[in-house]
């Protein structure tokens, strides 16, 4: 498993932008998936973004997607994740997470970083 250390949340207005980053430590980095999920009170947790190992294939949930962009890397174990555009609907705990490329789940995971977006 890797540790995780989350920073960079904050409070922002609507339309404002926001860079959180991930440290990582323990393991060999370019082997996990890393990824960021979210969870607003009274809600799910949701998958975000994530990013492979190479940094070349990314995912973002369609609420973010042309808003949030994530990247790695790899030389310094960091995983970014860039917030424009920012809603009162992305205030949220942000958590970092890490999945081994072999394995079906996180299992890793930061103290999460809040994020709170005011209109």
């Known amino acids: 498993q890797l540790s995780l250390v989350e920073s960079g949340g904050g409070s922002v207005q609507t339309g404002g932008s926001l860079r959180l980053s991930c440290a990582a430590s323990g393991r060999t980095f370019i082997n996990y998936v890393m990824a960021w999920f979210r969870q607003a009170p009274g809600r799910e947790r949701e998958l975000v973004a994530a990013i492979d190992g190479s940094g070349r294939n990314t995912h973002l949930t369609d609420s973010v997607k042309g808003r949030f962009t994530i990247q790695r890397n790899n030389a310094g174990n960091l995983v970014f994740l860039q917030m424009h555009s920012l809603k009162p609907d992305d205030t949220a705990i942000y958590y970092c997470?890490?999945?081994?490329?072999?394995?079906?789940?996180?299992?890793?995971w930061g103290q999460g970083t809040q994020v709170t977006v005011s209109s």
């Open positions: 997470a890490a999945r081994h490329r072999a394995g079906d789940e996180y299992t890793s």
